[in-house]
């Protein structure tokens, strides 16, 4: 059996609740859902949250997924969604302030990270509202009109926040290399 009709089949036993089959699936994406919940959390233990939340999504929904498109990209919509879920719930108290367009020179797109890891825990020493905005603008391609629509704000205050999140992005890396070279 190739690999495509195996992952019918795995979903067709989830969507009539076979707990062996929805191990399976959790521990075959739980990878995949916790390195996209990491981008879009404060902490592991947030990212554990959001895994499993979308999870519960997923096997409640299972049965919607159309089996001619990408189970994965339907699974990371979810992982993003149930991300930005939990973070509106954090940022009914925090307070954005709207600012006008700064131009900024893009400094961030040439810097090269050896390793995934350091990108997680760079994005996790973002505020939340320069995480969301960073995440769903650079990892995950959002126009800052969507941005500002899924998270309320305007579509400036969307690119000052994705501007600002790039300079303390380039900020931490300078720490990190020079924490590296003492």
Known sequence: MDGQKQLINLIKRCSRGDRKAQEHLYYSYYGYCISIALRFSGTREMAEEIVNDSFLKIFTKIESHNTDKSFKAWIRKIVV???????RKDLRNFYTVELIEEKHDSVVENIEFPHA??????????SPMYRLVFNLHVMEGYSHEEIAQMLDISVNTSRSN????????????EKQRLYAKS
């Open 117 to 126: 890891e350091e990108i997680i825990n760079l994005l996790q020493k973002l």
């Open 162 to 173: 994705l501007s600002r999140a790039k300079e303390r992005v380039v900020e931490l890396v």
């Open 81 to 87: 969604n149930t991300a930005l879920d939990y973070n």
